[in-house]
């Protein structure tokens, strides 16, 4: 039955699941799966999706790039097992408080759960700005994804919608946070690139020669005011505006059904994970150590095998 799994799963897929054959020959247990894709994601939190090579991560590990092949078979199969990785969230548990009917007693407060579930999309790419950068291929197949929309579906369990409707919510929650994901990460590295900031007073001054409200009545004004530039959005929270307002849609279309939910209190979501130079630095010495580490278990692996054909001989 393993074997029969294993043969209609992309290789990936099934080294996700730990169905996959494991290879019998080769370097010994210092390499494994998880090694190779914990240090692929080193190098992206580090570098950049673009630094992570199949040559790039055996140097890491002190191996040669025809080893990792005897683990994966190329690196999209890296690629896919790192995305699933850095899905590892933590989940919420059932809090048993979602068997009533919607509305009745023991009713769930789908919309702070389904507030959360989105949130851990932005969370992932607030870490690994990555993320986004690998295509979506397909349906999510592996373990760690099916965990998440899972608990997604979870939000829903009391919701008068069918099972198409469930996973088209889910559809258009997690492609809302991720295309607020990728702006957010774009924005980010544009503060950290170098050149003129594009906010603060002299730049609205500049702005608004141009952008005057003869050529643009609606524009115009907002471009006076500062609110157009205002990168930080004031005390106005896109993302979770965005996400409330689908949530609203989402509560009507219940509600036209006959299925009335009672709305529930946004709660304020987390602030972004700090960016600063500090936390970058630390970082970078945290990824130093951690290299050094390697190559002292290496330069150890090394003379102990050299003593061994000492005492061989």
């Not at 209609?8 to 894709?37: D, T, Y």
């Not at 957010?184 to 730049?203: C, L, M, S």
């Not at 609205?204 to 990168?231: C, K």
Request: aromatic share 6%; charged share 30%.
């Amino acid at each position: 039955m393993a074997e029969d799994v294993e043969e209609a799963l992309p290789r990936a897929v099934a080294l996700s699941w730990g169905v996959a054959e494991h290879p019998q020959r080769g370097p010994k247990r210092e390499l494994s799966i998880e090694r190779i894709v914990d240090t692929a994601i080193e190098l992206a939190d580090a570098e950049g999706l673009g630094a992570v090579s199949m040559s790039r991560i055996a140097g890491e590990l002190g191996f040669t790039t025809m080893s990792l092949y005897r683990y994966v078979t190329s690196k999209d199969d890296v690629l896919a097992l790192m995305q699933d990785a850095v899905c590892a969230v933590p989940i919420p548990p059932d809090d048993g408080l979602m068997k009533g009917p919607a509305g009745g007693d023991g009713a769930h407060d789908w919309r702070g759960g389904l507030r959360r579930w989105a949130m851990a999309t932005i969370d992932v790419m607030r870490e690994h700005p990555w993320f986004p950068d690998i295509p979506i291929s397909g349906i999510p197949l592996m373990p760690n994804n099916l965990a998440v929309l899972d608990w997604g579906l979870r939000e829903m369990r009391t919701l008068p919608l069918t099972d198409a409707e469930k996973m088209s919510t889910a559809l258009l929650l997690s492609s809302y946070a991720r295309a607020v994901g990728i702006v957010e990460r774009d924005v980010t590295r544009a503060r950290q690139a170098d050149g003129p900031p594009a906010n603060g007073e002299a730049f609205t001054r500049a702005l608004s020669e141009l952008v005057t409200p003869e050529r643009f009545p609606d524009l115009g004004p907002l471009v006076a005011t500062g609110a157009y530039a205002d990168a930080d959005g004031g005390e106005q929270d896109d993302f979770a505006f965005g996400l409330d307002r689908i949530l609203d849609g989402i509560e009507r279309y219940i509600a036209d059904r006959g299925g009335v939910q009672p709305p529930a209190a946004p709660e304020p979501l987390p602030e972004p994970a700090p960016r600063d130079k500090a936390v970058r630095e630390a970082a970078k010495a945290r990824r130093e150590a951690e290299s050094k580490l390697r190559e002292a278990r290496k330069r150890e692996r090394e003379a102990i095998e050299r003593a061994r054909e000492r005492a061989a001989r």
